[in-house]
């Protein structure tokens, strides 16, 4: 592990600008540190855990493959992240990424858990569906549940959220 980005990173991210996370960025795609070398700093506390997840969005916009090969590590971590931003950002990352096949069902369980309990939020139920949407491709018994899943979800929120909810009906039923 490159001790001295790591620190680097710890410190600056709290205050860090897209030009500092697009240069960290390419000195990981230099092969100068690995991504999950970096994945301690979700452990880190506020901001700096917060502002990682940032971080691997951006990363991940841009790179997904190698945001994809993290994906597990990530998801090992999902019920124990103490980051109320967690799930939404791992949702993110599968949107961005794909899902990787060997999490493919735990990740279907999670997705289905996050989109109908109450207490989610609209942004982490909007990314699962959209996820769940795509993973539907290769699992079409999956369109039947979301479709369900979503009509039940779609006139409690925001009328965006309908909108997105209309959508993903739209596309289940192609």
């Known amino acids: 592990m490159d001790a001295a980005f790591f620190d680097e990173l710890r410190q600056l991210l709290p205050m860090s600008r ?4 697009k240069a960290w960025a ?3 795609l230099r092969g100068e540190t690995e991504l999950e070398e970096l994945l301690p700093l979700l452990d880190c506390g506020e901001p ?10 951006e990363f991940g916009e841009q790179y997904p493959a190698a945001l994809h090969r993290v994906l597990p590590r990530l998801m090992e971590r999902v019920d124990t992240a103490r980051m109320d931003n967690y799930a939404g950002s791992l949702a993110n990352f599968w949107i961005l990424a794909g ?14 858990d996050w989109l109908n309990a109450s207490g989610t939020n609209v942004t ?13 491709a290769n699992y079409p018994e999956l369109k039947q549940e979301l479709r369900l899943s979503i009509e039940g979800q779609m006139n409690k929120y925001s009328k965006s959220f309908e909108k997105k909810s209309i959508q993903l009906l739209n596309k289940l039923s192609r």
């Open 99 to 112: 899902v990787p096949a060997e999490m493919e069902g735990q990740a279907i369980d999670l997705l289905f």
């Open 124 to 136: 982490v139920k909007s990314r699962a569906m959209v996820v769940l949407e795509k993973l539907s």
């Open 48 to 57: 700096v855990a917060t502002r990682f997840l940032w971080f691997l969005s």
């Open 18 to 21: 897209a030009s500092d996370r």
């Open 26 to 28: 390419s000195r990981i």
